[in-house]
T-cell receptor, first 114, second 113 residues
Framework: DARVTQTPRHKVTEMGQEVTMRCQPI?????VFWYRQTMMQGLELLAY????????DSGMPKDRFSAEMPDATLATLKIQPSEPRDSAVYFC????????????FGPGTRLLVL | GEDVEQSLFLSVREGDSSVINCTYT??????LYWYKQEPGAGLQLLTY?????DMKQDQRLTVLLNKKDKHLSLRIADTQTGDSAIYFC?????????????FGKGTKLSVKP
């Protein structure tokens, strides 16, 4: 049963601290997405990668957020320094190459910045 | 507008049919999707429809697509309490070539016993 996994599932931190969220895409999927979900904004696309190369990160605040794929089995999203307005659920999703294939979502990381 | 739009709430009684509506924006969208999100969980793909179809049925789920009006709907027959969740409509705005999806804000479906 292939799934996208995310760690940690929950994170509480203080303003100014660095936060790192990790995602393991489904094996063989070559496209990875990072989303942020809040009550006010709904689901927002932050960035996505294809074959580990960033394709679009225009949805991400560049001054404090960074997304990388060190290898095909790991995607990371970092926030430094974190702020209370970053509190949200962060989802990773992955998909394989064929056009008709859709995205498979991980369970999310629930982040609370105090 | 540029947003995928959905009504925010829907309440039905168990056993009734639920219809969740969505309007999308890009007439070139190749695929349109319905995702379900249960409390505390990620989004789960329910079904999708290719843009050259106007209807797709999958067990209790029926998707209707009106390309002229850019209107998509999801009908759930014999709605059960386990169907209570948030339902997201999504379109592949770039024609699906990159897999980039634009999501609506979701419709929260409440099913009363």
């Amino acid at each position: 049963d292939a799934r996208v996994t995310q760690t940690p599932r929950h994170k509480v931190t203080e303003m100014g601290q660095e936060v790192t969220m990790r995602c393991q895409p489904i094996l063989g999927h070559n496209t990875v997405f990072w989303y942020r979900q809040t009550m006010m904004q709904g689901l927002e696309l932050l960035a996505y990668f294809r074959n580990r190369a960033p394709l679009d990160d225009s949805g991400m605040p560049k001054d404090r957020f960074s997304a990388e794929m060190p290898d095909a089995t790991l995607a990371t999203l970092k926030i430094q320094p974190s702020e209370p307005r970053d509190s949200a659920v962060y989802f990773c999703a992955s998909k394989s190459a064929p056009l008709q294939e859709t995205q498979y979502f991980g369970p999310g990381t629930r982040l609370l910045v105090l | 507008g540029e947003d995928v739009e959905q009504s925010l709430f829907l309440s039905v009684r168990e056993g009734d049919s639920s219809v969740i509506n969505c309007t999308y924006t890009d007439s070139s969208s190749t695929y349109l999707y319905w995702y379900k999100q249960e409390p505390g969980a990620g989004l789960q793909l329910l079904t999708y429809i290719f843009s050259n179809m106007d209807m797709k049925q999958d067990q209790r789920l029926t998707v209707l697509l009106n390309k002229k009006d850019k209107h998509l709907s999801l009908r759930i027959a014999d709605t059960q309490t386990g169907d209570s969740a948030i339902y997201f409509c999504a379109e592949s705005r770039d024609g699906g070539s990159q897999g980039n999806l634009i999501f609506g804000k979701g419709t929260k479906l409440s099913v009363k016993p």
